[in-house]
């Protein structure tokens, strides 16, 4: 018989706190996410925090973190309306969050896969980078963004509502590589992104904290 047993991967919290200073040209930066272990079969979560890291640790959601010379894969999704599997963890309450537990924790309602390294130069607008994961994988699909993830119960009340950070969906990913996403209220993606100045100081990080995932284990 299979039990559920805890696994731990990294979630926002909404402390500052200030990280090491990374070297990194002034020049223009794309935002990047990483993936972690979900604890469910044909099930990925992706993050700011996702392994591997960033420049900066984690991502940066308001100019970027990787400079956009640096090929990576472009992360693709599909949003089809699948509904979100069961047991999936939901990010808990705690006073040291800006929003509740499961704005960190959202389901995507569709697939996530990943097209071959590219330099983020090549994503010259939002349109070309849906363009490109149009190409690889067929209709419907598009560049994953900060806020695709729905927020659990929200669709059900009449009013679907997105969170932020991190998110669920089916697919595999490696966790050895980062993958551009793009933000849509912020100017980090490489098409619009401007290069900081080499003296300026780079932002504050999030604090992390962990979310408790289930995964099976024998009992």
């Known amino acids: 018989m299979r039990s559920?047993?805890?696994?731990?991967?990294?979630?926002?919290?909404?402390?500052?706190?200030?990280?090491?200073?990374?070297?990194i040209a002034a020049e223009p930066r794309g935002m990047t996410w990483g993936s972690n272990p979900s604890g469910a079969d044909g099930v990925v979560l992706v993050s700011c925090?996702?392994?591997?890291?960033?420049?900066?640790g984690s991502c940066e959601p308001h100019n970027g973190d990787t400079a956009c010379h640096?090929?990576?894969?472009?992360?693709?999704?599909?949003v089809d309306g699948r509904p979100r599997p069961p047991g999936l963890a939901e990010g808990s309450n705690s006073p040291n969050l800006a929003m509740p537990g499961n704005f960190y924790s959202g389901w995507a309602a569709g697939e996530l896969a990943a097209t071959p390294p590219l330099a983020g130069t090549t994503l010259t607008s939002r349109l070309a980078a849906d363009a490109l994961c149009r190409r690889h994988f067929g209709d419907g699909w598009r560049m994953a963004e900060f806020h695709d993830?729905?927020?659990?119960?929200?669709?059900?009340?009449?009013?679907?509502?997105?969170?932020?950070?991190?998110?669920?969906?089916?697919?595999?990913?490696?966790?050895?590589?980062?993958?551009?996403?793009?933000?849509?209220?912020?100017?980090?993606?490489?098409?619009?992104?401007?290069?900081?100045?080499?003296?300026?100081?780079?932002?504050?990080?999030?604090?992390?904290?962990?979310?408790q995932l289930p995964r099976k284990g024998k009992s």
Do not use: M
Not at 14 to 20: D, E, G, M, V
Not at 49 to 56: D, E, L, T
Not at 161 to 171: D, E, F, I, K, R
Not at 173 to 196: G, H, I
């Open 4 to 23: 559920l047993i805890a696994v731990a991967v990294l979630l926002v919290a909404a402390i500052p706190a200030t990280a090491a200073e990374p070297k």
């Open 49 to 56: 925090h996702g392994k591997p890291a960033s420049p900066f």
């Open 70 to 78: 640096v090929e990576l894969p472009l992360l693709c999704l599909k």
């Open 149 to 211: 993830g729905l927020i659990t119960g929200s669709a059900e009340s009449g009013h679907p509502s997105y969170g932020g950070w991190a998110y669920y969906a089916n697919g595999s990913l490696p966790a050895t590589t980062r993958y551009w996403v793009t933000n849509n209220t912020t100017r980090a993606n490489c098409w619009d992104s401007v290069p900081p100045p080499a003296s300026a100081p780079e932002p504050e990080q999030p604090v992390e904290q962990h979310l």
